[in-house]
């Protein structure tokens, strides 16, 4: 799976307050992207609002952005579910819709055991031959990867890569070598929390899975090159220069903040699906003059 | 809303792999619990699998429910649901299928903000007017409902009671009189996490929403008339007798157990929905003993 790697860009999906997708607005986001030369696009991710999604929308806004991208992109589908067999069928579509992996996620209600969440993920691999991407992500899920659970999942045919969350940037390069260790050789390790990335693909992961990297994408992908070309000076140089953004995304949530700034940037101005509160007016401004300074410093949006 | 008060019953809702509700099967449970004089039947909690559920079978299992109760028993309904405009519909459906309250979780993917599970509260009690219930459930949303948040809700017109979680029977008392001082008069406390309602009954609380007296109805209800007739020995001799029961949802949880349960007392014959897997024989052949232990000592199932 040479294209689990790089830079993946998770751009937000507009819908409107009934949940319906503006696939228009999500072709002008992706087309960006793929203009942009991402390694490939997240698409539904859980800034993409997944999980608040109907099947109906999610299969509507794979197919406008696969149209839009053309095949110049990998792409990368969010398929999490709480129930398995949703799961299964949410896989199912985005595979012969044409994404290139789903991206599973343990979402879940009733809190969910290692052989449940295992269950889960082999079935979905099984049922849909959509190459999975485990979604670890205890911030919304709850659920911790365990390295075992990681090491038995890691061998079920189909199961190529994981994105893991923030890693401690004094341990990043332990935590990413102890997984190494206990996955097959060619399985993508992969990294987000923005805000702790940069270290983790300095250390060598394959895969940053942006959230910035779906608006900021130019600064993203500067930093993606340099560590891939083994510049760490120049990635952190670069992390540095963004480094008000992830103190908004510490502050606000990257979800959060992301909306404002798709909002400031002229790229899309919806709001969150409710129960999901817009930020208030004071947060804005705060985003605005950080960004302010950002473009005027180094670079236009993009 | 009197009928928020007493023993609350909240029966499994049985469904098949599809998650199609078997509504013969669910009749027959909430028959049982109509027959046994419970004061209210909890429909569609988690014990009821809503989180599982689409729209169209939970309107199926309320409409199947309601008509076999026949206006014998009020009924309260699960509600939840991860967008504020589906928690509306599910909301009006339920009024309109003739619920007397609805049920209502902080159930979320991304981490809501105070003021996010008011508006999404606030917005669904005024959209459908039926009279709502706090599902103060941190096990399943990771949500805290902190003091301040239940003062504001308990204000909002149409929410009528809180169901909160299990409480440490040390401090019962001091939790329930310090929420008793920030809700309105006639505000209904309630209890959960059945292992620990006992004191909570005792201690004064208006009603005890029972995984496990959807099921050993009988016991249950003893428990509760005993606590609401001052019988404090009484109360909590007979939930002695059924400590056993509570060891299993303590290891087990709650919901696992009672679908064992539901098995061997031939009342229904169905898997949870996946992922959530049944448990493993020795845990079923373990739960078997306990209640062959528990029918001969005491009390027939029911």
Known sequence: MTFLSGLSAFPITPADASGRVDVVTLRQLVGRLASAGVDSIGLLGSTGIYMYLSRAERRRALEAALEEVAGRTPAIAGIGALRTDEAVRLAQDAKAIGAAAGLLSAASYLPLSEDEVFEHFSTVARESNLPIVIYDNPGTTHFQFTPDLVARLAKVPGIAAIKNPGWDPES????????????????????????????????????WYSVLGGLLTDVCLRIVRAAQRGDAGEARRLNREIAPIWDLF????????????????????????????????EAKHQIAAQLAKLTTQTHPAG
């Not at 390069?173 to 206990?182: P, S, V, Y």
């Not at 940069?198 to 895969?207: F, K, L, P, R």
């Not at 510490?250 to 817009?278: K, M, N, W």
């Open 172 to 207: 990043t390069g332990k935590l990413l070598a102890d997984q190494r260790a206990i996955v097959p050789p060619g399985f993508s390790i992969g990294c987000s929390s923005d805000w702790t990335a940069t270290e983790t693909m300095i250390a060598g992961a394959d895969i």
């Open 250 to 281: 510490r502050q606000y949530s990257s979800f959060r903040t992301v909306y404002a700034l798709a909002d400031l940037l002229g790229l899309c101005h919806v709001e969150p699906p409710r129960p999901i509160l817009p930020l208030p007016e």
